[in-house]
Nanobody
Framework: QVQLVESGGGLVQAGGSLRLSCAAS????????MAWFRQAPGKEREFVAG????????RYIDSVQDRFAVSRDNAKNSVVLQMNSLKLEDTAVYYC????????????????WGQGTRVTVSS
C-alpha cells in the first residue's frame, strides 16, 4: 500500500512557475507508475502527466506539453511536477496518483491517490 501527500501548490501569476511534490510512503514505491491529475472548478478530473516506474517513459496532455515536466526520485520516494509558463486554465486541484499497472491516462487505473494541492493562477 502507498500513501501519497502532495505539496507545493499556491497562488501564482500567469507566466510564473510552481513545483509540486508528491511524497510517498512504502518500501515498494519504485515499482509504481505515477501520475498527476487535476480537477478544475466545475470540471472532471483529468490526467496531466505521468511516468513509468523507471522514469524513462513519460506522457503529457497536449495543453501542458513543453511547459510541465514530471520526474521521480525513487531513492527519496518522491515525484515532482515542475510547472512553467502557467496559464489561467491551469488553475485546479492537482492530485498525485499511483498504480501498479502500466502508464495510462485513465483515472480508473490508479489505485492510490493523494488529497490534492490547490494551484491558482491569476492574471
Amino acid at each position: 500500500q502507498v500513501q501519497l501527500v502532495e505539496s507545493g501548490g499556491g497562488l501564482v501569476q500567469a507566466g510564473g512557475s510552481l513545483r509540486l511534490s508528491c511524497a510517498a510512503s512504502g518500501s515498494t514505491f519504485y515499482s509504481y507508475t505515477m501520475a498527476w491529475f487535476r480537477q478544475a472548478p466545475g470540471k472532471e478530473r483529468e490526467f496531466v502527466a505521468g511516468l513509468s516506474w523507471t522514469g524513462d517513459i513519460t506522457r503529457y496532455i497536449d495543453s501542458v506539453q513543453d511547459r510541465f515536466a514530471v520526474s521521480r526520485d525513487n531513492a527519496k520516494n518522491s515525484v515532482v511536477l515542475q510547472m512553467n509558463s502557467l496559464k489561467l486554465e491551469d488553475t485546479a486541484v492537482y492530485y498525485c496518483a499511483a498504480t501498479t499497472s502500466l502508464l495510462s491516462r485513465a483515472e480508473s487505473q490508479y489505485v492510490y491517490w493523494g488529497q490534492g494541492t490547490r494551484v491558482t493562477v491569476s492574471s
